[in-house]
C-alpha cells in the first residue's frame, strides 16, 4: 500500500474516532431514535396512514435532524479546526492536504452511517413488535430509502465542507449551511409544483437538492422512487456530491493560512 | 511549532498526543506518547483535558508533540510567547534536551535576553532581510566596544562624579530612581573592578546587561530614525 493511501487510511479513522467520541455523538444517536419512536406513534395513532406512508414521512422529519447535525460535525471539522487554528498543525503533517481533505471527509461519512441507520432500525423493530412480521416489499423500500438518505447525508456533507473551507469562520459557514437547508426545505415544494408534478419522489427530504436533481429530471417524463428507485435520482446527489468535492479540494489545495 | 498553535481543547493531553502519534505512523503510539509526556513534565496530566491547562503546559504539550516522531529538525516561532519565567525556564530547557540530543532547532523569539545561552548561530533580520549571522558573541564583538549595563540600586545614588573619577571608561551615565544606566567604552577588567568597587563602598545591587537586546533595539531605531 503506497504511504498515501496509508495516510489516508489513518486520517479518515482518526476523523470517525474524533467525531464518534464527540460529546454530541450519542445525543445524535439517542434523539433519531427517539424522535422516529415518537413520530411514528404519533402519526399511526393520529392520521392511522399507511405503512409507506408513515415510513417515508418519518425518514424525511428525522433526515431533516440528522442533516443540521451533520453540516454542524462538518463545519467544526473544517472552520472549526481553521478557527482553532489547528488546522496549520495538520497541513504541516507529513500529509497532502488532498489526502487530508478527502480523510476527514470519508471519516465524517463514515460516522455519519450509524446516525442515519438508527431511524430505519427503529422503525423496524417497532413495526415486527406491532405487526409481529415485516413485509418484504417495506424491507426494499427501507433499503432503498436508506441508501438515498446516505447518499442525501453524504452531499450535504461535501456541500457543508465545501462552505467551510470557503468561508473559513465557523459561524458563517453554520449560518450559510442552515440557511441553504432551510431555503430547500421551502423551495423544493414550490419547484414540485412548477414541474407540474412531473417529478414524483417518495422521500421529500430528496427535494433538498433541487438543483441538480431537476435539471436531470426534467429529461425525464417523471422520476418514480417509490416501487424501483430512479437511476437518475442516485446520479443526480453523486454528481452534486462530486462537483462540490472538487471545488473543496480546489480550495483546500491553495488555502493559505 | 506555530506561535498560538490550537489545540484540541476537549481531548487529554494523552488523547492529542496519541492522535498525531498515529497519524505521524510512529510504532507503539500509547509507549511513544507517555514517554513525550514524561519528558515534558506532564505525565502527571495526562489525562487531565487540555482546556483546563495553562499556557506553559500547552507550550510543553506542543512541545511533546514534536518530540513524538524524534525529528532532525524542528522549527519553533515564538516558543517563549506569554509564558511566566517559570515557563520561560521550562521551554527553555525542553529546547536544551532536544538540541543536545542531535536535533536541529531553529527558532524565532524576541526574547534576546535568552538567546545568547540557548543558540549556537544567530540572525538578526530587518524588514525581511538578513543583517546579522553569526554566533551571540561575534555579533555582539561585531555590534563595537560599547558595553551596556543597568544596574538596580537600592538605594539611589548620591554622587555620580565618584564613579566618573573611578572609571574613566564610563563614557555616559544616567540614574534614573534607583536605576543606573552606564555606557563603558573598553575597559577590559571594568566589570571586576565595578563590582569590586560596588562591594566595596556597601551598594546592593542587581545588574542586567542585555547586550543582544540592544543590538536588536539599535538595528530598529536606525529604521526608524
Redesign the interface.
Known amino acids: 500500500m503506497s504511504g498515501q493511501w496509508?495516510?489516508f487510511l489513518?486520517?479518515a479513522?482518526?476523523s470517525v474516532?474524533?467525531n464518534v467520541i464527540?460529546?454530541q455523538y450519542p445525543l445524535a444517536l439517542f434523539s433519531v431514535t427517539l424522535m422516529t419512536t415518537l413520530f411514528i406513534l404519533f402519526t399511526s395513532y393520529f392520521s392511522g396512514s399507511g405503512t409507506k406512508s408513515n415510513l417515508s414521512m418519518t425518514i424525511y422529519v428525522v433526515m431533516v435532524l440528522i442533516m443540521v447535525y451533520a453540516a454542524i460535525r462538518t463545519v467544526s471539522s473544517f472552520s472549526g479546526?481553521i478557527d482553532?487554528?489547528?488546522m496549520?498543525?495538520?497541513f504541516?503533517?507529513?500529509?497532502e492536504r488532498s489526502t487530508l481533505f478527502f480523510g476527514k471527509l470519508t471519516g465524517l461519512m463514515v460516522a455519519m452511517v450509524p446516525v442515519v441507520a438508527m431511524p430505519f432500525i427503529a422503525y423496524l423493530i417497532m413495526l415486527s413488535i406491532v405487526t409481529g412480521a415485516v413485509p418484504v416489499i417495506l424491507l426494499s423500500m427501507a433499503a432503498e430509502l436508506f441508501l438515498l438518505s446516505v447518499l442525501t447525508t453524504f452531499a450535504i456533507i461535501a456541500l457543508a465542507a465545501f462552505i467551510s473551507l470557503l468561508l473559513r469562520r465557523t459561524l458563517y459557514s453554520l449560518g450559510v449551511t442552515g440557511a441553504y437547508l432551510l431555503m430547500m426545505l421551502f423551495i423544493s415544494p414550490v419547484l414540485n409544483d412548477f414541474s407540474g408534478q412531473r417529478i414524483v419522489y417518495a422521500p421529500d427530504y430528496v427535494a433538498m437538492f433541487p438543483f441538480p436533481y431537476a435539471i436531470l429530471a426534467a429529461g425525464t417524463k417523471s422520476v418514480r422512487v417509490m416501487n424501483g428507485a430512479d437511476p437518475v435520482l442516485y446520479a443526480a446527489l453523486i454528481l452534486f456530491t462530486l462537483i462540490v468535492l472538487v471545488l473543496g479540494l480546489l480550495i483546500v489545495r491553495r488555502m493559505e493560512l | 511549532m506555530a506561535e498560538n498553535a490550537g489545540y484540541y481543547e476537549s481531548m487529554t493531553a494523552f488523547e492529542y498526543l496519541n492522535r498525531f502519534g498515529y497519524l505521524h505512523s510512529v510504532a507503539d503510539v500509547r509507549g511513544r506518547s507517555k514517554e513525550c509526556l514524561r519528558e515534558v513534565g506532564l505525565y502527571e496530566h495526562g489525562d487531565e483535558r487540555i482546556s483546563t491547562f495553562s499556557k506553559g503546559m500547552k507550550q510543553r504539550l506542543g512541545i511533546a508533540r514534536c518530540l513524538l516522531n524524534d525529528p532532525e529538525l524542528v522549527i519553533m516561532d515564538e516558543p517563549l510567547t506569554a509564558l511566566d519565567p517559570n515557563g520561560k525556564t521550562d521551554v527553555i530547557d525542553l529546547i536544551t534536551r532536544m538540541r543536545d540530543r542531535g536535533a536541529t532547532v531553529i527558532l524565532s523569539s524576541h526574547e534576546l535576553r535568552y538567546m545568547d545561552d540557548l543558540c549556537d548561530r544567530l540572525c538578526i533580520l530587518k524588514n525581511g532581510e538578513l543583517v546579522e549571522n553569526g554566533t551571540p558573541e561575534s555579533i555582539v564583538h561585531k555590534a563595537g566596544s560599547l558595553s551596556h549595563y543597568k544596574v538596580l540600586l537600592k538605594r539611589p545614588l548620591t554622587n555620580e562624579d565618584i564613579l566618573r573619577a573611578q572609571f574613566p571608561e564610563i563614557v555616559e551615565l544616567s540614574c534614573l530612581n534607583n536605576l543606573l544606566h552606564l555606557e563603558v567604552d573598553g575597559g577590559a577588567d571594568f566589570e571586576k573592578r565595578f563590582l569590586r568597587f560596588l562591594l566595596d563602598n556597601d551598594i546592593e545591587f542587581t545588574v542586567q546587561s542585555h547586550q543582544l537586546d540592544r543590538i536588536y533595539s539599535d538595528y530598529f531605531r536606525e529604521a526608524e530614525e
Open positions: 496509508r495516510m489513518r486520517t479513522r482518526s474516532e474524533e464527540s460529546d479546526e482553532g487554528r489547528t496549520e498543525i495538520l504541516s503533517l507529513p500529509i
